[in-house]
């Protein structure tokens, strides 16, 4: 092939992938989730599930503007995605507000079957001292270190799977703390304030929503970001 040909096969091969390296870098770019609130108190990109059918989103949530979500924690519910996610990486901060008593919270990925309090989810956990745990609800598949893990049966609950986390990382109650969750395939990744402190293994890896919930107690989010990851 002369020099010529050449040049023009490298330019016909640079105008063919040119849409797709856009694509991909585009597609590595994090996706942030709280993008804002309508007057009626619905959050952009999220519909809300709670216990108390008269109750509204804009009821319990409320995003601050200087980014904070506040959840005022009661009723119970959730805040659950439009779109479903089967392997991303999301990052998030969370903290219990300043002055008050610091409860129970959570992520849930993965998140499928009809709305109830708690649905069929992978649970990374935000109760005050247990953050980097793992509770599989309603029977969600995971697995880990023998040490680790337990399985008990549960009336409301279904079959719960939890899978304890290797340190306690968390700020003390007031503080930011941050949770990146990296859901590749059947491997979930947890880490709290930039160290790794939990690894399922065996996990679904089915496409589902994903929840920040309301579980009776204050809690604040901030940075609540998505990188969705290819097929594994």
Known sequence: MNRSKRLATAVILGTLLAPLLSTAQADDRPIALLGGQSAAGELAGWKSYLDDPQAKTGDVWRLNADGVLHCKGTPKGYLYTEKDYANFVLALEWRWPPGKKPGSGGVLIRTTGPHKIWPKSLEPQLNVGDAGDFWGLHGFRLSGPADRLKRLEHPQFGLLTNLKK?????????????????????????????????????CAAVPGKICLTAEGDEIQFRNVQLRPLGQP
């Open 166 to 202: 290797t340190a306690n990382l968390e700020k003390a109650p007031g503080q930011w703390n941050r949770y990146e969750i990296r859901a590749d395939g059947e491997t979930v990744t947890l880490s709290v304030n930039g160290q790794v402190v939990n690894q399922a293994t065996g």
